[in-house]
Nanobody
């Protein structure tokens, strides 16, 4: 059974930082997506099948994805946060051609 559990969201002021973490069981976590109010879910950062990383253009240079294979976790370090980063952030995994999602963690960037 695949389970993905996110943690680390919250309220932060513009320019601040947050670190999200995803703990996975049943498979390896692949990355992070987000969904802002009224918008479609979009890729934030993810590992490819060959271990490289993909980032949305809007977060390049500000966000860093990392993983701990021993703990089966994937983290997202978010720096210089902007109001437009406000969204629910979801951990993602693909296991035997099926997509799995965590329940999400809310990140609100506001003064």
């Amino acid at each position: 059974q695949v389970q993905l559990v996110e943690s680390g969201g919250g309220l932060v002021q513009p320019g601040g930082s947050l670190r999200l973490s995803c703990a996975a069981s049943g498979t390896s976590p692949g990355g992070w997506y987000r969904q802002a109010p009224g918008k479609q879910r979009e890729l934030v950062a993810a590992f490819t099948t060959i271990g490289t990383t993909n980032y949305a253009d809007s977060v390049k240079g500000r966000f860093t994805i990392s993983r701990d294979n021993a703990k089966n976790t994937v983290d997202l370090q978010m720096n210089n946060l902007k109001p437009e980063d406000t969204a629910v952030y979801y951990c993602y995994a693909r296991h035997y051609a099926i997509d799995y999602w965590g329940k999400g963690t809310l990140v609100t960037v506001s003064s």
